[in-house]
């Protein structure tokens, strides 16, 4: 098993796949992870639809301009409304959600490192369309998607900014 540090310093965007399955038993290791994230007031209104089905998969490709690299797996993290609405507050429902849905695709994307996967989470899509296809109902609302499949090729490192760029102490910009 790695190394927290490790999975943070490994995790790359992937965007091409090795034309390679994988299995359910780790897409629902993945989703353990994902559960495993912070979430508020404990709702835990996510939803993960694990679409494996190859025709599927190249139906919701269609209309998400930001997935690329044919993915054998796309999750689509959802927000069950009904349950935010009935537990939760306004403030969940407008950024409680969206927040939960981030943490739980981190957990998620940093599992699959460990894993030996690739992951790349997803804003760009036609919501409507996604929905359609998937056939979710009126109560889920659509947070983002994350591709999820064996890297092909080793990606690329991008550069990340030094901590004086972004590390302030005390107030902004105040590096005392």
Request: proline letters at 6%; aromatic letters at 6%; glycine letters at 6%.
């Amino acid at each position: 098993m790695m190394e927290t540090v490790q999975a943070l310093t490994e995790r790359r965007s992937i965007r091409k796949f090795a034309d390679r399955p994988v299995d359910r038993e780790t897409l629902t290791e993945l989703v353990r992870a994902a559960c495993a994230a912070p979430t508020a007031s404990n709702l835990q209104s996510w939803r993960f639809v694990m679409v494996t089905d190859a025709d599927l998969v190249r139906k919701v490709d269609l209309v998400s301009p930001g997935l690329s690299g044919h993915p054998p797996v796309i999750l689509v993290v959802c927000s069950d409304l009904e349950e935010v609405a009935c537990r939760g507050s306004a403030h969940s429902l407008e950024y409680g959600c969206m927040m939960d849905a981030a943490m739980a695709a981190e957990n998620l994307m940093l599992r699959a490192v460990d894993l030996g996967l690739g992951t790349c989470a997803i804003k760009s899509y036609n919501e409507a369309a996604v929905r359609k296809v998937l056939r979710l109902p009126d109560t889920a609302r659509i947070e983002l998607l994350v591709t999820i499949g064996y890297p092909e090729g080793e990606p690329r490192c991008p550069a990340r900014k030094p901590m004086e760029e972004v590390l302030f102490w005390n107030g902004w910009k105040e590096n005392v």
